[in-house]
């Protein structure tokens, strides 16, 4: 099946640092790509849809000054989470698709914790 | 759709017994039905899809039922393992749009 990456998988960074998380389609072509967040316990929250070449769709109440994202190839995207707080500390999950019907793949997350 | 950001509900299990993890959608124009398995601290895996013209659809140990009339989807597991350990979603898609997910079920499994 098809194999989506991110890294760091987990990252401790400072309060007001920023930390940049990548997501890759290693062995496809991503049209879209999404950002989920996930506190504990929770279910997947959406925070953002992403096409390549274009600027990423933001849901309601998600900063896109705070979160910005960038999808400039069709196997990378990546989030940037700008001057981080601890409230910022979550689970971070990208998924990308090759195409609107097709399946979405799923990366294994990156645990951010902001001291 | 579906609500999220709500505390997990939890089914506990012994091994070997079945389990059935419930979902209930709100759209009833999505025609694409899809359940996930995610494991502490990884990203969710596709166990299993249905569509909307079908009402049961098999896999190996799982198996889906969708009831359209009442917007309801369930997950079959035979014969737990405590390797299915886990939090179960379901998401409901229409088209081209993008999946809503449900809230998720934690499944544990007693040995």
Redesign the interface.
Known sequence: GAVVSQHPSRVICKSGTSVKIECRSLDFQATTMFWYRQFPKQSLMLMATSNEGSKATYEQGVEKDKFLINHASLTLSTLTVTSAHPEDSSFYICSARQGGFDEQYFGPGTRLTVT | GES?????PTLSVQEGDNSIINCAYSNSASDYF?W?KQES??????II?IRSNMDKRQGQRVTVLLNKTVKHLSLQIAATQPGDSAVY?CAEKQ??Y??T????T?LIVHP
């Open positions: 999220v950001g709500l505390h997990l899809i996930y601290g990884k990203g969710p895996q596709f899809d979603f088209g081209s993008i999946p997910f449900g809230r998720g934690s």
